[in-house]
């Protein structure tokens, strides 16, 4: 049997249809910016692996020094222990955000992430005897596949056959400057039943690289703190350099209570969540009440490994090197916009950073079950790419490392499939 029909015997793929899925692409190595399958055809991971690598597979450095760590300290309980990889970074990091972010809850990926952070605001309340159980999220919001990371996820086909165990969240659309009185009208009615608002900062990944501005947002994040609702800002998809700045918070004028973080902390190496918080936050945890701790941890906390990829990926982020990469590519971005917009199969061209995004015009209307996508994924496969269209939305996530040409090879491709007859 080769490796498909073995993969088809005993694996249950993520976000697949199993039924009619097409046999998965046996991977068998990474180098940089491509992967190879077990036929020795070369892909340009167009996509960064699901948004998550960002110096390249495989990358040298962060293999020795994960290699060096596995030698010395694979793993520890984290209550009552600590290790040097974890306090390291999280001191990295912390120096990185806003400066109201003083602590750092380590979990294993953005789901847990956004649990937490979700645990830590109601937590926050019910800590000071008050009953505040709302909370207030965006309408295309996409926070994660377990049960609080889909209740505060706009409802879709993917949280559908769960919809009535979904706790009750108040969903508004995202600001702009047209909106925002409304916006405003609306949360001030129901302001002290709301523990917290959570948002994607500028950039809604999953809803289809949907794209809003910083000051509107601001706008709003300051309206939230006057009402007293606590801000969670979910970086997991922003953070580590993929709106061309470190993080989406460096675009706005507010600072939120909370963060998340994750896809990009480890440079794609290994799993991990980050969880911070302010200081506000932390001090409501701290009593003599036994009941006031938050009891929330996994098994893997601050696994020493992931720490020390996540040290040396944001190494290697803030060297020079990387952020003449992220310019490059938000540059060379900028320049295939104005291509895109020309043309006549294609709307709504977007760019925030390294992401880039728009919509292929099509009957279908726009849906996550827009064939359309799977016709594009199947052809940029094909000739070496991976992409993975949400629908009719068309987006490049690209890995920093990416050279030039690639790009343009990139750029000259979608050019050619936009092109193709189909139907
Ligand atoms: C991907 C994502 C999550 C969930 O992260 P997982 O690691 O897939 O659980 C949460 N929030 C945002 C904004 C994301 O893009």
């Given at each position: 049997m ?41 892909y ?9 690598t960002?110096?390249g ?50 979990s ?24 505040k159980?709302?909370i ?9 596949d ?17 919809g ?16 925002l ?63 061309g ?40 945890f ?53 291509t ?12 925030t ?5 728009w ?8 849906s996550y ?6 016709f ?22 690209p890995?920093y ?23």
């Open positions: 080769n490796l498909q029909q073995r993969d088809k015997r005993v694996n249950w793929h993520p976000y697949t249809q199993m039924k009619t899925a097409e046999d998965a692409v046996p991977i068998v190595k990474g180098k940089g910016v491509y992967l190879f399958d077990d036929e020795g055809k070369q340009i991971d167009a996509v960064s692996s699901w948004w998550v960002l110096h597979h495989a990358h040298p450095y962060i293999a020795q020094k994960v290699s060096e760590q596995l030698h010395t300290l694979e793993q520890v309980i984290f209550a009552g222990f600590t290790h040097e990889p974890a306090i390291q970074l999280s001191e990295n990091l912390l120096q990185l955000l806003p400066d109201n972010q003083e602590k750092v809850f380590y294993d990926n953005g789901s847990t992430a956004v649990e937490v952070a979700l645990k830590m605001c109601i937590q926050f309340a019910y800590n000071q005897g008050k009953e159980t709302k207030l999220a965006f309408k295309d919001a996409y926070h994660g377990t049960f609080g990371a889909m209740s505060v996820s706009g409802r879709s086909v993917w949280t559908k056959p769960f009535e165990m979904l706790f009750d969240v108040v969903f508004i659309d995202t600001p702009t400057s047209d909106n009185e409304n916006l405003k009208s609306q949360i001030k009615d129901i302001a002290d039943e709301i523990a917290c608002f959570i948002y994607e900062p500028l950039v809604q990944g999953a809803a289809g690289m949907l794209m809003h501005h910083p000051e509107d947002l601001s706008e709003l994040m300051k309206f939230c703190k006057e009402q007293n609702i606590l801000l969670i800002q979910d970086e997991v998809f922003t953070g580590f350099g993929r709106t700045k470190l993080f989406a918070a460096d675009y706005l004028t507010e600072k939120p209570d909370i963060m998340c973080f994750s896809k990009g902390l480890t440079g794609g190496t290994m799993p991990m969540g980050i969880t911070t918080s302010s200081s506000e936050i932390f001090n409501a701290l009593s003599e009440d036994k009941y006031k701790t938050l009891f929330h941890g996994h098994s893997f906390t601050a696994n020493p490994l992931a720490c020390t990829a996540a040290l040396t990926s944001m190494e290697l982020l803030l060297s020079k090197e990387t952020q003449e990469k992220i310019n490059l590519i938000h540059e060379k971005h900028k320049e295939f916009s104005k895109l917009q020309q043309h006549s199969r294609v709307e709504n061209v977007r760019q950073g390294t992401i880039l995004a919509d292929f015009k099509t009957e279908q209307g726009t079950f827009n064939t359309i996508g799977k594009f994924y199947k052809e940029f496969l094909h000739r070496g790419i991976i992409m993975r269209p949400l629908g009719n939305v068309m987006y490049l996530v890995p490392c990416i050279a030039s040409e690639d790009l343009d090879y990139i750029y000259d491709t979608v050019l050619q499939v936009l092109d193709m007859k189909f139907d």
